[in-house]
């Protein structure tokens, strides 16, 4: 049995441990919100969201008619995703399931029109082996005809470049947990697995630190397609924003959208 890297595991978990973090940190990203509902109602539906952490857009979605099941791996932010349903009417619940479990490697028996992995929750796939296991469950799960889109931040060849020696400072600000805290982080990057090592920390008013660990593997456009062709994928357009533009030397997001070229 492969051997669990400890470091990959706490940068794929440590950040998803605080929902109302989570919430409050993300609570201005909306654009991809807006578009993710725009392509689920156009599909009708019901979507498979791999990675729908506390319904940010699942949420949305089932406001919008729409079905959504969702996977994700992470108990704090299902916790707060089935806290967050409560308050919801009845119709928007039952149009929400999920289930926990890993997105390399889960099965739910069922297929769907539309697959999403939305913001970045591919960057959590870190070595060829995640990203097969993937993308076979996207194929799993996805109707013939049907459509797979994810989101992934392009590199940022300036964070890549930070010294690992040094602090980067924010401006303080109210963390929903432990209220006004000064923010620093250290961005590490592994050159040759391709992994950005985030180590961010939060300081209190009493000096007590608090370090997460966030883990982001770096794709570039050529190298996912590659991925999703030699997967059986056809990449039908990547897009360079949620307003659906082009990809472009400016982006720093791509939006891909791929259909099954053959069967599996
Ligand atoms: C950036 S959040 C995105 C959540 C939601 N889709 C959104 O847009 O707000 C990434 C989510 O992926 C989940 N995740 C990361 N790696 C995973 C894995 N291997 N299996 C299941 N969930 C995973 C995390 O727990 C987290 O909830």
Same mark, same amino acid.
């Given at each position: 049995?492969?051997?669990?890297?400890?470091? %990959?595991?706490?940068?794929?978990?440590?950040?998803?441990?605080?929902?109302?973090?989570? +919430?409050?940190?993300?609570?201005?990203?909306?654009?991809?919100?807006?578009?993710?509902?725009?392509?689920a109602?156009?599909? /009708?539906?019901?979507?498979?969201?791999?990675?729908?952490?506390?319904?940010?857009?699942?949420?949305?979605?089932?406001?919008?008619?729409?079905?959504?099941? /969702?996977?994700?791996?992470?108990?704090?932010?299902?916790? =707060?995703?089935?806290?967050r %349903?409560?308050?919801?009417?009845?119709?928007?619940?039952?149009?929400v399931?999920?289930?926990?479990? =890993?997105?390399? !490697?889960?099965?739910?028996?069922?297929?769907?029109?539309?697959?999403?992995?939305? *913001?970045?929750?591919?960057?959590?796939?870190?070595?060829?082996?995640?990203?097969?296991?993937?993308?076979?469950?996207?194929?799993?799960?996805?109707?013939?005809?049907?459509t797979?889109?994810c989101?992934?931040?392009?590199?940022?060849?300036?964070?890549?470049?930070?010294?690992?020696?040094?602090?980067?400072?924010?401006?303080?600000?109210?963390?929903?947990?432990? /209220?006004?805290? !000064?923010?620093?982080?250290? *961005?590490?990057?592994?050159?040759?697995?391709?992994? %950005?090592?985030?180590?961010? *920390?939060?300081?209190? !008013?009493?000096?007590?630190?608090?370090?997460?660990?966030?883990?982001?593997?770096?794709?570039?456009?050529?190298?996912?397609?590659?991925?999703?062709?030699?997967?059986?994928?056809?990449?039908? +357009?990547?897009?360079?924003?949620?307003? /659906?533009?082009?990809?472009?030397?400016?982006s =720093?997001?791509?939006?891909?959208?791929?259909?099954?070229?053959?069967?599996?």
């Amino acid at each position: 049995m492969a051997r669990i890297d400890r470091e %990959l595991e706490a940068g794929s978990r440590a950040h998803y441990t605080d929902a109302s973090y989570y +919430t409050h940190t993300y609570r201005t990203r909306i654009e991809d919100v807006a578009r993710y509902v725009e392509l689920a109602c156009k599909s /009708g539906g019901p979507v498979l969201e791999l990675g729908i952490g506390n319904g940010r857009i699942a949420l949305p979605l089932a406001r919008h008619g729409v079905s959504v099941v /969702g996977v994700d791996h992470s108990t704090e932010m299902l916790a =707060d995703l089935r806290r967050r %349903l409560r308050a919801e009417p009845r119709e928007v619940r039952e149009r929400v399931a999920f289930v926990r479990g =890993d997105i390399r !490697k889960v099965s739910l028996g069922r297929k769907f029109p539309l697959v999403i992995c939305p *913001f970045n929750t591919a960057l959590h796939l870190y070595t060829r082996s995640d990203v097969r296991g993937f993308l076979r469950v996207v194929t799993n799960h996805l109707m013939p005809g049907g459509t797979f889109i994810c989101d992934l931040s392009l590199p940022v060849p300036r964070d890549l470049a930070r010294s690992a020696q040094r602090k980067y400072g924010a401006p303080p600000f109210n963390h929903p947990t432990l /209220g006004r805290v !000064k923010y620093e982080e250290i *961005f590490d990057y592994d050159r040759v697995r391709q992994i %950005l090592f985030i180590s961010m *920390f939060f300081t209190d !008013k009493s000096g007590e630190t608090v370090m997460t660990p966030l883990a982001h593997r770096q794709f570039y456009p050529e190298e996912w397609q590659v991925f999703l062709e030699e997967a059986g994928f056809r990449v039908v +357009t990547i897009e360079g924003d949620f307003q /659906g533009g082009p990809l472009t030397q400016e982006s =720093d997001v791509m939006v891909v959208h791929a259909r099954r070229a053959r069967k599996a």
